[in-house]
């Protein structure tokens, strides 16, 4: 679903640079990966739509739901996403932090930029974050509904489907268990088979469709946008449940935007209108066309489709598009939450490659026990997919809404749009939105609360890290003497000096760091070469090699070294500091000691934030990981040093 939003979802199936493959290699893996969670959608949602449609199974309500579906796919997802949304590229990556960056880039375009970087609009800053929280939030349901949506097919097993009834859930759960467990080796070996795995999903898809077209050829009437109109006025109130039921399929269209830059735009758009598109819309008029020859078949339409000799092999075909759609998500989670790191949203976090030639093959322990907690969670909680597809829908459809805000500053201030022709495009495309969100909405008293809630505590979670790292940083530098000052007085002072290079890592590079005071302080001792080292990250994916690297001489003996990464990278320093000798500042990395300053925070009751965020923050400082191991500088060459801060 998403964004992965977060670009993101499950690059499994990706070369490191994967505009190098053919166009149809990257078309066939983006079916596996970026439609997964899309092409699972015909397991529930017409049976949920129908079930809230006054008088069930009556050719109205068929026709109804039919043409509701599919003018959905056609303007959330093909107007709105293949055709304005993966306009908004980032560099060629997507996703809502990626198109925040943007956006805030835009507007630093329009108001001025600050020392080389962006000034940060905090409306732009805030839709991102709540975009991103949104995001983790329903991508706990993914997994979940659709596993045991898969799962659920055992009850309807011919013959024996009864003896499978009680064993559901716990098999179900099994299986998601498993998926989980399995994260920290990585999907490289298998994900070269999500591409062909899923085109045969979908193949089975069209032809269980076509099967019962060809036995009710007027179900191809549903296509009118006419019966979808007529059926939301004739139900009135219960035409809001229909419309959140019917918003079931359309969940995973942020993927397309969100796996952009793994795939490219062309590939994307080629599977959807080539694949994904006919053949979800084949299968759904299948559907109707089932329940208007068979009433009865509305209680399970997508299972009761399935001829008998075949179900045992389609139900299995099933259970693996579930898992490759689940799989999707999960990495669309370590993807968000790397780039949430480099943003500054989270503290630094244990991420892990479990591949070393295959692009975006990331394990983040963290996050992937955090995920089977809430999955699992769902599942007992919840119990089967109709009580699941109640909490589904309320987040993602959040989450387009910010989509689109964040789209028209790109759009406005980023491609220059006139503001009529702004107007014109995004407030029909976000008042569809709006009507989404306002019908999802009405299923939080059933479910929709546990993806707010959980998405609410992330953002709690984001908000107490950003803010309590601004109260360290403002508390710092009022403390701090200026690193020109300190320099210029070391030139002058009788100093011990030590053989070498001694790097300090500081956040703000215009004041002396707390490990080089400490070090004259205690030790009396200063290095031949002293680097004054900041780390920052750029509005953009990745950054070249040529730009990673600014030196900035204070004097003969210190340097300012400022090292850009881009907010899919991972940080690492000693190849960063190679890039230096290019640029004429040589040192031995052997001969080289890291200064960290390592920090102890206190909370205090009458100063910063409320106590109860004091402790927050100072539980996410005290879980973050080491920076020795995030920067991948060699432990041998390290030396912390600490001091006492209030928050």
């Known amino acids: 679903m998403q964004d992965v939003q977060v670009a993101e979802a499950a690059a499994s199936a990706v070369s490191p640079q994967p505009r190098r493959e053919s166009f149809w290699a990257l078309a066939l893996g983006s079916v596996g990966v970026v439609f997964g969670d899309i092409g699972t959608s015909p397991l529930y949602a017409v049976r949920e739509a129908l079930s809230h449609a006054r008088g069930g199974a009556t050719p109205s309500a068929v026709f109804g739901v039919v043409s509701l579906v599919f003018w959905a796919l056609i303007l959330v997802v093909t107007v709105k996403y293949v055709i304005f949304i993966m306009r908004a590229d980032n560099k060629g990556e997507g996703g809502t932090l990626a198109l925040m960056a943007l956006a805030q880039r835009a507007l630093g375009d329009r108001f001025g930029r600050h020392a080389g970087f962006i000034r940060r609009s905090n409306f732009v800053f805030v839709l991102g974050i709540c975009g991103a929280a949104l995001f983790y939030g329903d991508g706990l ?13 055992l009850k309807d097993a011919p013959t024996i489907g009864h ?63 006419w019966y979808g109109v007529r059926l939301l006025v004739d139900d009135g109130l219960l035409g809001f449940a229909i419309l959140g039921s019917v918003f079931l399929v359309v969940t995973g269209a942020e993927a397309l935007y969100a796996d952009m830059g793994h795939f490219g735009k062309g590939p994307i758009r080629a599977a959807w209108l080539g694949v994904a598109f006919p053949c979800l819309m084949l299968n759904y008029l299948g559907q109707g066309a089932l329940v208007l020859l068979k009433p009865a078949t509305q209680a399970n339409p997508f299972y009761l489709m399935i001829p008998q000799a075949i179900y045992w092999p389609v139900l299995g075909l099933t259970i693996v598009a579930t898992v490759i759609a689940s799989q999707a998500v999960i990495s669309g989670a370590y993807s968000m939450t790397q780039q949430a790191v480099q943003l500054g949203l989270l503290p630094r976090i244990d991420i892990r490659r479990t591949s070393e030639t295959v692009a975006g093959q990331i394990f983040v322990p963290q996050i992937n026990t955090l995920l089977m907690i809430g999955v699992l969670a769902l599942l007992f909680v919840f119990r089967n997919s109709s009580n699941l597809a109640s909490a589904y829908g309320i987040a993602v459809t959040g989450t387009m809404v910010i989509t689109m805000l964040l789209a028209y500053v790109v759009a406005r201030h980023h491609w220059k749009w006139r503001r009529w022709a702004t107007m014109l495009f995004v407030v029909p495309l976000i008042s569809i939105d709006l009507v989404f969100l306002s019908a999802n909405a009405m299923k939080i008293p059933q479910g929709g609360w546990f993806p707010l809630a959980f998405g609410g505590g992330l953002l709690v979670v984001f908000w107490t890290w950003i803010r309590g790292a601004e109260i360290l940083s403002e508390k710092a530098r009022r403390d701090a003497i200026l690193i020109g000052d300190v320099a210029e007085m070391l030139r002058t002072r009788d100093v011990s000096r030590a053989a070498g290079t001694a790097v300090f890592l500081t956040s703000d ?48 003996r210190f340097r300012k070294v400022f090292v850009t990464y881009g907010f ?30 390592r920090r102890s925070v206190v909370p205090s009751a009458h100063a910063g934030m409320p106590l109860w965020q004091d402790k927050i923050f100072i539980y996410l400082m005290k879980n973050a990981a080491n920076p020795t191991d995030f920067y991948k500088i060699p432990p041998g060459r390290v030396v912390e040093m600490g001091a006492q801060v209030t928050v």
């Open 509 to 556: 590079p215009d004041v002396a760091p707390v490990a080089l005071m400490h070090n004259l302080k205690h030790n009396k001792v200063l290095h031949d070469q002293n680097v004054i080292l900041t780390v920052r990250t750029a509005e953009t994916p990745r950054v070249a090699d040529a730009e990673r690297v600014r030196i900035e001489p204070i004097n003969d």
């Open 568 to 597: 899919m990278e991972t940080p690492n320093i000693p190849r960063a500091l190679a890039l230096c000798r290019k640029k004429g500042l040589k040192f031995d990395i052997m001969a080289t000691s890291f200064f960290l300053g």
């Open 163 to 225: 003896l499978f009834e009680p064993f559901v859930l716990p098999i179900a759960a099994a299986i998601l268990v498993a998926l989980f467990m399995v994260q920290s080796r990585g999907t490289a070996s298998v994900g070269r088979y999500f591409g062909p795995i899923t085109l045969v999903w979908f193949a089975t898809l069209a032809g269980l469709g076509v099967v019962y077209i060809a036995q009710k050829p007027e179900i191809l009437l549903g296509l009118s946008p």
């Open 141 to 153: 349901i993914t997994p979940a509904i659709s596993v045991l949506s898969a799962a659920e097919g």
